[in-house]
């Protein structure tokens, strides 16, 4: 890969760098020292909304970028960008939803954080920050499959998707993780994060579940994360240079980044893929 002349890392969250139980990153640190060391930026890359990951970063100063809402809204140092559909749209289409059932309908944007805490287990502030979310919108309500396909109709009416997660329906629009990472790229060489040879860097991706499937493709590099609590791991990309980690979470996020920096500077005597 001595074609690339730098590499960018962009990883999931929740089950890959953050332990699915715990949400502690502790296991990943020594890799994330190294990738630190040798100046390879780390950027997020969440269904997580930009408060959330801007709490988070401001406690461990993990990330140099944030994606998130799964590639709606991005961030590079003061810059934001909202590649995922106007808040206003978001708000029309849940409003229409709930016009058109005859069962309660509220959401992450509409409701208190004290609904949305009871609703997730996350603490007061936490749920606070849940909320802020400017192109996604989780419903909270109790529907029937006519329900949801009646607000599915609805939601494609203005250009939107209505998404189950594991456990809320979503309103969101038609971006992903890979188009996401594709941005940020051209993001940090504008910004002199990544150098402007006009070479394409390295992409080195982590995930574990289907909505990280657009990134892992679109990677040089991907590394699937196994869940914690599957029995089995099924590769989420049909791709020969798809690598999984040998343990589910930080440890084997820690221990992919790892065997793939090992492999890289062995491979490049002068380290031309990490560094240029």
């Given at each position: 890969?001595t074609?690339h002349?730098?590499?960018?890392i962009?990883?999931d969250?929740d089950?890959?760098?953050?332990?699915?139980?715990?949400?502690?990153?502790?296991?990943a640190?020594?890799?994330?020292?190294r990738i630190?060391?040798?100046?390879?930026?780390?950027?997020?890359?969440?269904?997580?909304t930009?408060a959330?990951?801007?709490?988070i970063?401001?406690?461990?100063?993990?990330?140099?970028?944030?994606?998130?809402?799964?590639?709606?809204?991005?961030?590079?140092g003061?810059?934001?960008e909202?590649?995922?559909?106007?808040?206003?749209?978001?708000d029309?289409?849940?409003?229409?939803?709930?016009a058109?059932?005859s069962?309660?309908?509220?959401?992450?944007?509409?409701?208190?954080p004290?609904?949305?805490?009871?609703?997730?287990?996350?603490?007061?502030?936490?749920?606070?920050?849940?909320?802020?979310?400017?192109?996604?919108?989780p419903?909270?309500?109790?529907?029937?499959?006519?329900?949801?396909?009646?607000?599915?109709t609805?939601?494609?009416?203005?250009?939107l998707?209505?998404?189950?997660?594991g456990?809320?329906h979503?309103?969101?629009?038609p971006?992903?993780?890979?188009?996401?990472?594709?941005r940020?790229?051209?993001?940090?060489?504008?910004?002199?994060?990544?150098?402007?040879?006009?070479l394409?860097?390295?992409?080195?991706?982590?995930?574990?579940?289907?909505?990280?499937?657009?990134m892992?493709?679109?990677?040089?590099?991907?590394?699937?994360?196994p869940?914690?609590?599957?029995?089995?791991?099924?590769?989420?990309?049909q791709d020969q240079?798809?690598?999984?980690?040998p343990?589910?979470?930080?440890?084997?996020?820690?221990?992919?980044?790892?065997?793939?920096?090992?492999?890289?500077?062995?491979?490049n005597?002068?380290?031309?893929?990490?560094?240029?």
């Amino acid at each position: 890969m001595t074609e690339h002349s730098h590499c960018a890392i962009f990883t999931d969250l929740d089950g890959t760098l953050l332990d699915h139980d715990t949400y502690s990153w502790a296991p990943a640190a020594p890799a994330i020292e190294r990738i630190k060391k040798l100046g390879i930026p780390l950027i997020a890359i969440s269904s997580k909304t930009l408060a959330e990951l801007s709490h988070i970063n401001a406690t461990d100063h993990l990330f140099d970028g944030l994606i998130g809402e799964n590639g709606g809204v991005i961030r590079l140092g003061d810059q934001t960008e909202q590649p995922g559909p106007a808040t206003e749209t978001i708000d029309a289409a849940r409003d229409a939803i709930r016009a058109a059932l005859s069962i309660p309908v509220a959401s992450f944007r509409s409701t208190s954080p004290e609904i949305i805490a009871a609703q997730t287990g996350l603490s007061p502030d936490d749920a606070a920050r849940a909320g802020r979310r400017h192109c996604s919108d989780p419903l909270i309500w109790a529907p029937t499959d006519k329900d949801v396909t009646t607000a599915r109709t609805i939601a494609e009416t203005f250009g939107l998707k209505l998404v189950k997660g594991g456990r809320f329906h979503t309103l969101c629009g038609p971006t992903d993780k890979g188009a996401a990472m594709a941005r940020m790229l051209k993001l940090l060489a504008k910004n002199g994060v990544l150098p402007s040879t006009g070479l394409t860097p390295c992409t080195i991706a982590l995930g574990d579940s289907a909505n990280d499937a657009t990134m892992l493709a679109a990677a040089d590099f991907p590394i699937q994360i196994p869940q914690k609590h599957a029995s089995t791991t099924t590769a989420l990309i049909q791709d020969q240079k798809l690598i999984i980690a040998p343990e589910p979470g930080p440890s084997g996020w820690n221990a992919g980044i790892n065997a793939l920096l090992d492999q890289l500077t062995n491979t490049n005597n002068k380290s031309e893929v990490l560094h240029g």
